[in-house]
């Protein structure tokens, strides 16, 4: 069975620095994209970072540029995302989510991934 589970989440002062992990069972995803995207309360999920495949390319929504880098550890099976310079409109639940190869086309909407963790609260107070 797949599993996709994310942790590191927290409270964290505007400025600060959380490193959220998503730790992957079930299968390898050395080929897959790996994502993390981030919800808040009544909005859509909306795209954070991706890797397109381990070693691969990486893409940045803009608001995060700059601040966060995502990364992974194929030999943990782990995906992380470092978020550096945290301000409050970061605040969100933080889902990381597994693609397949398979597919094409853009990596910053939620559809065509198939695989996904249960998400971790971030809040970033001011």
């Known amino acids: 069975q797949v599993q996709l589970v994310e942790s590191g989440g927290g409270l964290v002062q505007a400025g600060g620095s959380l490193r959220l992990s998503c730790a992957a069972s079930g299968r390898t995803f050395t080929s897959f994209a790996m994502g993390w995207f981030r919800q808040t309360p009544g909005k859509e999920r909306e795209f954070v970072a991706v890797?397109?495949?381990?070693?691969?390319?990486?893409y940045y929504a803009d608001s995060v540029k700059g601040r966060f880098t995502i990364s992974r550890d194929n030999a943990k099976n782990t995906v992380y995302l470092q978020m550096d310079s945290l301000k409050p409109e970061d605040t969100a639940v933080y889902y990381c989510?597994?693609?397949?190869?398979?597919?094409?086309?853009?990596?910053?909407?939620?559809?065509?991934?198939?695989?996904w963790g249960q998400g971790t609260q971030v809040t970033v107070s001011s």
């Open positions: 890797e397109t495949w381990s070693g691969g390319s990486t």
């Open positions: 989510a597994a693609r397949s190869p398979a597919y094409s086309g853009s990596y910053r909407t939620t559809e065509k991934y198939e695989y």
